[in-house]
DNA sequence: AGCACGCCGACT
DNA sequence: GTCGGCGTGCTC
């Protein structure tokens, strides 16, 4: 970032107002505006002038500009003074009573902006409140900190210093937490960041038996109104902990001094709409610009983490409870979805009157059929994709019989509606799809929230979470069957099995060591040879038209990287650009984006896409 | 994003 | 000969 004038002046030993004093009158307040505008092309702001009656337009305010004949919502990302020249326009006003970033949550912003190839004022957006925010009234005394003792014996340095440090931990991560703000909140802020509004307000309720009023909580669930007001308090507050979904990733904040994120890994936890952005990566850049320790929790860290050489601290013995390896190859062929094994466990729970939970990796009935006659996958004529029921999903073409004549289909794979058919056939009315409140239930990793002390774990098909069509399946698979082994209450013939022809795979091992370290690094070599993250970059770009997209998108990346594709996504077409640094590939990319979407061209540019 | 300025077709 | 269609392009 260029030398502002601003720095120089924070840097003088004067101050500015001493050394403006004797010519102040000569010289004019100018503030460079990023207008409100989701484009690329007011990235670098406009100067305008600030009215001698205008106070607090300072770094991060809000402000109206004139912009092109009418008023526009901006940005302050720099202030200066300078002698009179070529007159500029003023700034009109001051929208805000407080400002949504400071000097690092700048530069953090700046970075997103390049980095997931997004205007910067879509990005200051998300620094910024749903309203306006206005200085909240004082808050009353808030109630002591107190000392918490941690679950297990942590090192005092993960939090002494700025740096990020992967805590491998199970079952106590909320014991955790609160012994880390219990040795933040007597001086400073912290940020929480959790996955689903569900746990954000299961742990806000839990640290506040300990924290009380020190303990703010923010989700997409609440009202524009209270998001504004929790927004506010946190950013002027001082001792308080702001606990919410992804978005508060890029909120202001108060003077941090802890940030963590519970279940790194967890896919809710990057933004699936432009602007994407992934909560782990934002708060690793604001922890080194601002200086804050950064804890990244969670049964399995992300190879992401551990290749970006965050320290890891692993507590001693499993780090999940025991999990039980179905081999299937020990049934005959031809068996159902369910394993007698599997059967038999069930019976044995629900005799003691025990919950049982299904997973799954799809919901719906099955991922595909397949003819019974010609064993050829069942696919919609006009479409070509998979399909499931007598009309294409995709299309909505009508679907026949089989191109051989056959009418008969059998269902491949094994999804939510398929397996409580099955084990409705052994356990009747017992079983339901999760969100039922049938003891056995079946669900996919969405309803994994809210299951928790049951008696027994089931996994009906393993081997399509470890073989999902990513690069990360290994991993992806590993995290959720340590979930599912962790929603299983302690105690005597409590258990979690899971089905597999693959009882060798790394991932199925580490499951059943109850470590997941070696596996992943193990994985983290296996990136470093086939040169995907976080040994290299993915990029994903995705179009709804455009003009020779393919040939200018290989001339764009050039020989920084690989291009695959395109394929077609629905209406779309979609590439993958590989490489091993693909910033400058951003960067022109940028551009390519910018002149599309004057085209009137729809596209998406995805970052590390999941099914990469 | 909007609001200009632009260069082509139907009206007073 | 002017009013207005909305296709590119710029906005301190």
Sequence with gaps: MAGRAEDRHRASPLGPDRRHAGRRRLLSRIVQV???????????GFAYEVPDSLTGVDLGAIVRVPLGGRRVRGYVVGTRRRRPGRPLREVAGLSADLPVFDRPLLDVARWASAHYVTPLASVLGLCTPPNLPRRPAPAGDLPPVPGVEPPRPVPDRMLASAGTTCVVEGEAVDAVVAWAL????????????????????????????????????????????RQTAVWARAATCRGVALVGTREVAFWPGGDIGLGIIVDDGRRPLV????????????????????????????AVPTTAALGAGAAVHRPPGRIWPVVEVADRGEEPPGTGVVMERTRAAIRGVRRRGGMVFVLTR?????????????????????????????RCARCGAEVGACPCGGRRFEALGAAVGRIVDDLRRSFGAEVAAAGGDAPIRVGTERDLVGVGGVELAVCIDTDAFVLAPSYRAGEDALRILARLALAVAPGRGRRCLVQTAMPRHPAVVALRRGDPLPFLHAELEERRRTGMPPAGELLAVEVDGGDDVDGKLRTLVGGDGEVLGPATVGERARWLVRGAELDAVRLRLRAFVGTLRDAGVTVRVDVDPIDG
């Design 34 to 44: 990023v207008p409100d505008l989701p484009t690329f092309s007011v990235d670098d």
């Design 362 to 390: 799809r919901r719906g009935y099955a991922p595909a059929f397949r003819c019974v006659r010609c064993g050829e996958v069942r696919r919609c004529p006009a479409c070509g994709a998979a399909v499931t029921t007598d």
């Design 271 to 298: 933004s699936p709409r432009m602007p994407t952005f992934e909560a782990r990566e934002v708060m690793r850049r604001r922890a080194m610009a601002a200086r804050f320790p950064l804890l990244l929790l969670g």
């Design 182 to 225: 219990s040795r933040t909140l007597t001086t400073r802020n912290a940020l929480v960041v959790v996955p689903t509004v569900e746990e954000a307000v299961r742990l806000a309720d839990g640290l506040r038996g300990a924290f009380g009023t020190r303990v703010l909580l923010a989700h997409s669930g609440m009202d524009a109104k």
